[in-house]
């Protein structure tokens, strides 16, 4: 199966199903989110989430069959265990705005920082201008005092895939 890069979400290789678009609200004390997600260019459907805590849901579009896509759902796995429609909706969104970042940063030759905890746990902490060398990527662990949680791992992405600021491949 293959494993989406910023997520790590393994799919099956078909039916693919991808988010298209995501609108964010930032709010005081919540951030709503609708997102429109797509088959083969079709829309199927929206997640949404009101940002009150409640799980991220799935509404089909038109005459798509929820049960389609429940069949992806069961086949999908995190870290090699299932995983609920919710969370892969989640997941989901996660791997198109990070994408959407990282394209942005391109834009400018920066790129996004994250940082990978002991237990798994990734946060995107930052950008740094695309290291070109081994001695670029050192060094811009060095002055930025990485990594930012005491024993995390911190990882650029190199246009292909995360891998170690302070050299070697991530994943």
């Given at each position: 199966?293959?494993?989406?890069?910023?997520?790590?979400?393994?799919?099956?290789?078909?039916?693919?199903?991808?988010?298209?678009?995501?609108?964010e609200?930032?709010?005081?004390?919540?951030?709503?989110?609708?997102?429109?997600l797509?088959?083969?260019?079709?829309?199927?459907?929206?997640?949404?989430?009101?940002?009150?805590?409640?799980?991220?849901?799935?509404?089909?579009?038109?005459?798509?069959?929820?049960?389609?896509?429940?069949?992806?759902?069961?086949a999908?796995?995190?870290?090699?265990?299932?995983?609920?429609?919710?969370?892969?909706?989640?997941?989901?969104?996660?791997?198109?705005?990070?994408?959407?970042?990282?394209?942005?940063?391109?834009?400018?030759?920066?790129?996004?920082?994250?940082?990978?905890?002991?237990?798994?746990?990734?946060?995107?902490?930052?950008?740094?201008?695309?290291?070109?060398?081994?001695?670029?990527?050192?060094?811009?662990?060095?002055?930025?005092?990485?990594?930012?949680?005491?024993?995390?791992?911190?990882?650029?992405?190199?246009?292909?895939?995360?891998?170690?600021?302070?050299?070697?491949?991530?994943?």
């Amino acid at each position: 199966m293959p494993t989406l890069p910023h997520t790590r979400l393994q799919t099956p290789d078909q039916p693919r199903y991808e988010v298209t678009s995501c609108q964010e609200l930032t709010l005081l004390r919540a951030t709503p989110f609708l997102a429109v997600l797509s088959h083969g260019g079709r829309k199927i459907g929206s997640a949404q989430n009101y940002g009150d805590g409640d799980a991220t849901e799935f509404v089909p579009h038109g005459d798509f069959d929820l049960a389609d896509f429940a069949r992806f759902a069961d086949a999908c796995r995190l870290d090699g265990q299932p995983v609920s429609l919710s969370l892969l909706l989640d997941l989901l969104i996660e791997e198109f705005n990070v994408s959407r970042s990282l394209r942005a940063q391109a834009l400018q030759g920066r790129t996004l920082l994250r940082e990978v905890g002991r237990d798994g746990t990734v946060t995107i902490s930052g950008t740094i201008p695309m290291p070109a060398t081994a001695d670029d990527r050192r060094r811009a662990h060095a002055a930025l005092g990485l990594p930012l949680t005491a024993g995390a791992a911190t990882q650029f992405w190199n246009g292909n895939c995360w891998e170690h600021l302070a050299g070697g491949s991530a994943a």
